[in-house]
């Protein structure tokens, strides 16, 4: 009976220490592989930061020359001069290979729409109409706003101008 009573105490210290060698593996790999996951999702979640700060940087880069040129489109009758188009015309080519490199598809066409018809205005081949220009800017801005992934509605201007 004694030798039974020292097999079981055998037997529990065996498998007390073995189910403590199990489980702290297991533990180890959890915790290791919990590491490697939470390094991934974090290089993840930076890559995605940082694309999203680059895509509004050159969101922003894109729409200046557009407001400069519109502030200066036939001011009291004039015409713009020529030294504006040409500085206008370098920059848009500029945004035109960042946007065709950073933008998705939709949001380069529309940027293209928006600039054929400034384009077609200044060459007389439409009629210059700010409604119009609005417009192509409102549809192009929310192709901007859905690829940034900020907002998913859509913007309209809703005043009386």
Known sequence: MEDFW???GAFSITSAT??????????HFLSKDLDTYKTKLKYE???SNQLLLQKISLYKEVSDPII??????????????QEVWDEFDKQRM????????FAPANVYHQFNELIDYIYDSSES?????????????????????????????????????
């Not at 400069?68 to 001069?81: H, M, N, Q, T, Y």
């Not at 500029?94 to 490199?101: G, K, N």
């Not at 192709?143 to 992934?149: E, F, H, L, N, S």
């Open 6 to 8: 020292s097999f079981i």
């Open 18 to 27: 073995l189910a403590w060698l199990i489980r702290s593996l297991i533990l």
């Open 45 to 47: 979640l930076d890559h």
């Open 68 to 81: 400069a040129l519109i502030s200066k489109v036939k001011v009291d009758g004039k015409e713009v001069p």
């Open 94 to 101: 500029t945004i035109t290979c960042q946007i065709s490199m």
């Open 125 to 161: 081949v439409v009629e210059w109409d700010f409604t119009v220009f609005r417009q192509k800017a409102e549809v192009f801005f929310n192709y901007i706003r859905k690829d940034i992934g900020l907002y998913t509605d859509d913007i309209s201007y809703i005043g009386h101008r």
